[in-house]
């Protein structure tokens, strides 16, 4: 089993920054591409950025110049910087892991928790 335990949220004034982390562990498994969604209330889970394993980001147009993802190889660790917090970026955040376990060649989608991020304007 791939746990991902991501750090806590919090709440901001507009403007201000918040940084992000999510861990994973648990069994052997090769990490693929990382990310981050995140869900406001009554929307739809959607994407904020992916990284893949060499480093490649995308990110969605709301968050371009923002928000910075990157990651840890070493500790199978996705990060977001979050700069410039408008009220709308309001949501539960999950990070994402897509890895395949020691064993198996079949690639699977593990999720954080959530963690809530309030901005405040």
């Known amino acids: 089993q791939v746990q991902l335990v991501e750090s806590e949220g919090g709440l901001v004034q507009a403007g201000g920054s918040l940084r992000l982390s999510c861990a994973a562990s648990g069994s052997t498994f090769t990490a693929n591409d990382m990310g981050w969604y995140r869900q406001a209330p009554g929307n739809q889970r959607e994407l904020v950025a992916t990284?893949?394993?060499?480093?490649?980001?995308n990110y969605a147009d709301s968050v371009k110049g923002r928000f910075t993802i990157s990651r840890d190889n070493v500790k199978n660790t996705v990060y977001l910087q979050m700069n410039s917090l408008k009220p709308e970026d309001k949501a539960v955040y999950y990070c994402a892991l897509k890895a395949i376990p020691l064993g198996t060649w079949v690639e699977n989608t593990y999720w954080g928790q959530g963690t809530q991020v309030t901005v405040s304007s």
């Open positions: 990284i893949t394993r060499r480093g490649r980001t």
